[in-house]
C-alpha cells in the first residue's frame, strides 16, 4: 500500500450555511490523503496503472463547484465517497478541508 497525497489544493466555491456564504465565493483549502495499491504503477513506470493526480483534482473541483454544502462536514464526507466510488486502487481516503475568514480572530476553520 502506498498513500499520495495533494496538500494546498485550493477550490473557489460557495459553501456554508448563512445567506451570505451561499452567494458569497470562497477559497477552500485541501489536504488530501489516499492510500491504495500502486504497485503496479510504480512497478512498471506506467502513468496509465497510476492514479493520475489531474484526474483526481479535476473530479475534487467539479464536485465542489457543482454540489452546495451548508458544512464543512458534509462537504468533506461527499468527496471521500466520491474517491472511493470512482477510484477502484483507493482504499482509505483521507481528507483536510478548510475555510478562512469565518471568525474573527481565527485564521481559519475546517475538518480533518
Known sequence: ???LYLHGLKVHTTLGAYAYEQ???QT???DVELTGDFSEAAKH???SAA???AVVVQGIRQQLQTQHFKLIEAAAEHLAQWLLTHHDA???VKIKLSKGGV???VRDT???
Request: charged share 30%.
Open 1 to 3: 500500500m502506498h498513500t
Open 23 to 25: 452567494v458569497l465565493e
Open 28 to 30: 477552500l483549502v485541501l
Open 45 to 47: 513506470d506506467d502513468l
Open 51 to 53: 492514479l493520475d493526480y
Open 90 to 92: 483507493l482504499r482509505k
Open 103 to 105: 471568525l474573527p480572530d
Open 110 to 112: 475546517g475538518i480533518m
